[in-house]
């Protein structure tokens, strides 16, 4: 089992940047890869990156490459996103979500545990 719980979700303008943090419990943190995934409503849940269990790989989706950037600390069992530059087409909820078997994937079922998701809401 896996919990995940995300924070630092909120309203900036256009431009402006935001770190979302995810806390995961339960199974061994540095032993599988995780991934952020993000919901605008009406929308689909779609693909926003992804990191193998050490860090050493990442995957993003074109459209945050160059403006987003995961990364993990196994210490303290947390994954981050970094996101900067943001449009207001970046407007949704954020999701992590642990994949303890593919490693990068980028494919919804490939994940395991989902957190509960954290408000992103960029004004033009």
């Known amino acids: 089992q896996v919990q995940l719980v995300e924070s630092g979700g909120g309203l900036v303008q256009a431009g402006g940047s935001l770190r979302l943090s995810c806390a995961a419990s339960g199974r061994t943190f540095s032993s599988y890869a995780m991934g952020w995934f993000r919901q605008a409503p009406g929308k689909e849940r779609e693909f926003v990156a992804a990191?193998?269990?050490?860090?050493?790989?990442?995957y993003y989706a074109d459209s945050v490459k160059g403006r987003f950037t995961i990364s993990r600390d196994n210490a303290k069992n947390t994954v981050y996103l970094q996101m900067n530059s943001l449009k207001p087409e970046d407007t949704a909820v954020y999701y992590c979500?642990?994949?303890?078997?593919?490693?990068?994937?980028?494919?919804?079922?490939?994940?395991?545990?989902w957190g509960q998701g954290t408000q992103v809401t960029v004004s033009s």
């Open positions: 990191i193998s269990w050490s860090g050493g790989s990442t």
């Open positions: 979500a642990a994949d303890l078997e593919y490693g990068l994937g980028s494919v919804l079922y490939e994940y395991d545990y």
